[in-house]
């Protein structure tokens, strides 16, 4: 049974505003904590205030419409509450008449509210959930208020579900259009993680929609933007969408100067290897390790070197963190050595210092040096607990083989190393993973491989993950070659018949039917695979492949630098063809006239299915080196453990 905390009340129900910088407040409760005892303490709260947000949209309020007044029991479901928590806090709700939190789940719920409000996300089954609750209460013969709120956006199935379990009746309904999360000064995030699954395995397109909301929502508050580039088929349709609501909409934007100079919007299927890659930046690193939840992560007691767990914001506030954040993990150690050194250097002044001198250093900078050093201690546990795990599962090897298979060497080795990690049962994700990453590097695994690997997987994890490689097949994730020639090698005998631009016709056809990956055709086309004299130098990286020890260029990014040099798509069309996006690379420039040299150097990159920190990291190296400024739009951050588990029907 739900155990709710009670809180005490003030008035009148209402929502927080989408976009607010979040009070800072060291003790503030968190609503995950209240299921999770004891909580975590929280490290302090920093607000989000970007450079480049210059205005708050005015007069928007991302809220429900109608109120419910007075005490109320507010169920959340699990998934909304770290986004929630970012922006209002236990307090907020207490001020808000908040009496008792339950959280959505399968058991029953004992409130004795007159009023109870659902905080959902658009799903069948919270729809069920309601009715069983409100059924019930009829059954007993009790009259209450419901109010039914989804985040970010209604759906008419939800409400037919309603209708059938017959209480439509009975609840009002209302939706809080809850798409842009502030997680860091240059990262917005939807909090759509099963955006992924929905529409790149299932083909659903109902999430397309609050994209386009969310793309109106941010050129509303800074104007149109000038140059806009897509490639992928969700990305079109996310773009063309938005396009009509701009339409509808005409005198939002008109008249006015862009402040954005670019937008990418960016298909995840068009880059499966970058997400599927071990990261080794401290942030990637950090997310594959322990998780990195709505911008802030739960450090055990082998990090805090306690008995308690602690819950950290990683964000630009924490100066440690963001001095680290987009370096290759063998810096990090070093940097971290020299930063406790100039900060024991800093504590030690104080020795020689007189009276007023040291009410000077208290007053000033004592607080702001123990918080330092208490991030730094974080950190030095955090980079130790990752080096303890990775000498385990031999992460030097692990990475030799990757590198392999983006380079398309050694695949025999490679294959046989799958093959050991699957024997041993090091990790059924692990496993699936690399399995993958041969697959797309190879545009497809041979039939003899494709069924030897299977086989073995299945005998040594469990005939339960059948469904699995069904999902993955019909994502292209995991895909078996046709009997006799790669899609390649036909493309390579058709070119030599017909012209170019039939050969592209025929081999799109050939894509349509099974998806495929030209992942080493691509890689030559773009130079995905640099070629150095001697070794990388990862303290002084010459490009993005740092964030992968300088093995590989990012997919994703490299298409954006490439499109940035030509302001279009002209000279990338062999490059398209190959990633099966003849019909859906697209480019806008029609306002560009208006836009000044400064918003020019500013771009928004849009990730439709997520984008990993290693990414992020690629292109803030760009920018620097490149003097543009990135801004991040994802339905959600992910990474290969994350991908892997969307398309598994077998949930841990």
């Not at 506030?317 to 150690?333: G, L, T």
């Not at 030095?380 to 303890?388: L, Q, R, V």
């Not at 590097?441 to 005939?463: A, F, H, M, V, W």
Request: net charge neutral; hydrophobic share 35%.
């Amino acid at each position: 049974m739900t155990s709710p905390i009670p809180l005490p009340p003030p008035h009148g129900w209402m929502l927080p505003p989408l976009i607010f910088k979040p009070a800072s407040n060291a003790t503030s409760t968190s609503l995950e904590s209240i299921w999770n005892q004891p909580p975590p303490k929280q490290e302090t709260r920093g607000g989000w205030e970007p450079e480049w947000r210059r205005q708050q949209r005015r007069g928007v309020k991302c809220r429900p419409r109608s109120q419910l007044p007075g005490k109320k029991d507010l169920f959340i479901e699990a998934d909304l509450m770290s986004p929630l928590d970012r922006i209002a806090n236990v307090s907020i709700l207490k001020q808000h008449e908040v009496d008792k939190l339950y959280k959505v789940e399968n058991k029953p719920a004992l409130s004795s509210s007159e009023q109870l409000c659902f905080l959902v996300r658009p799903r069948i089954k919270n729809m069920r959930y309601i009715a069983s609750l409100v059924n019930a209460d009829k059954l007993a013969g009790r009259t209450r208020k419901y109010k039914v709120i989804f985040s970010p956006q209604k759906f008419y199935a939800c409400e037919m579900v309603l209708e059938e379990e017959g209480i439509y009746g009975d609840v009002s309904c209302d939706e809080w259009a809850f798409s842009l999360l502030p997680l860091d000064v240059d990262l917005l995030s939807m909090e759509l993680p099963e955006f992924f699954r929905d529409y790149f395995l299932e083909g659903d397109q109902r999430w397309i929609n609050t994209v386009a909301q969310a793309l109106h929502l941010l050129s509303t508050l800074y104007g149109p933007f000038p140059n806009c580039y897509g490639i992928g088929r969700c990305a079109k349709m996310a773009y063309e969408l938005w396009r009509n609501l701009e339409e509808e909409e005409d005198g939002e934007t008109k008249g006015r100067r862009p402040e954005i100079g670019h937008i990418f919007l960016l298909d995840r299927d068009v880059d499966f290897v970058t997400a599927l890659c071990s990261q080794v930046v401290y942030e990637g690193l950090v997310d594959d390790t322990f998780r990195i939840k709505c911008g802030s992560v739960d450090f055990g007691p082998e990090v805090t070197s306690s008995d308690k767990s602690l819950k950290v914001l990683l964000n630009a506030e924490d100066k440690v963190f963001n001095e680290i954040r987009n370096e290759h993990f063998s810096n990090v150690f070093g940097f971290l050595s020299q930063k406790a050194r100039n900060l024991q250097a800093q504590y030690d002044r104080r020795r020689g210092m007189d009276i007023k001198q040291m009410k000077n250093f208290v007053s000033q900078e004592l607080k702001g040096l123990k918080q330092e050093h208490r991030l730094l201690s974080l950190h030095i546990g955090a980079c130790e607990s990752i080096m303890k795990k990775k000498t385990k599962q031999d992460f030097q090897e692990l990475i030799k083989t990757e590198h392999a298979l983006l380079e398309g060497f050694n695949i025999r080795e490679s294959t046989s190393y799958i093959e050991e990690h699957i024997d041993q049962q090091v990790s059924p994700i692990e496993s699936l993973r690399l399995m993958c990453l041969l697959s797309i590097t190879e545009n497809g695994l041979i039939p003899k491989d494709y069924r030897s690997l299977k086989t073995q997987y299945l005998q040594s994890y469990g005939p339960e993950h059948l469904l699995t490689f069904s999902n993955l097949r019909r994502a292209g994730l995991l895909t078996e070659q046709a009997p006799g020639d790669t899609l390649t090698a036909v493309e390579s005998k058709v070119s030599k018949l017909v012209t170019d631009k039939a050969a592209g016709k025929i081999t799109d056809a050939f894509s349509s039917l099974a998806k495929r990956s030209n992942f080493r055709a691509i890689s030559k086309k773009l130079n995905l695979i640099p070629r150095v004299d001697g070794e990388y130098d990862l303290k002084v990286p010459r490009d993005m492949a740092y964030v992968f020890s300088g093995a590989y260029v990012p997919l994703s990014c490299r298409i954006i630098e490439q499109v940035l040099e030509r302001r279009s798509w002209q000279g990338l069309d062999e490059v398209v063809r190959l990633l099966n996006c003849s019909d859906f690379a697209f480019t806008d420039m029609t306002k560009e006239d208006k836009a000044s040299s400064e918003s020019l150097r500013l771009i928004l990159v849009v990730f439709l299915g997520g984008c990993t920190f290693s990414e992020i990291s690629a292109l803030r190296f760009l920018g620097r080196e490149k003097g543009y400024r990135f801004i991040f739009l994802t339905t959600a951050v992910t990474n290969s453990a994350r991908l892997m588990e969307a398309m598994s029907e077998v949930k841990a």
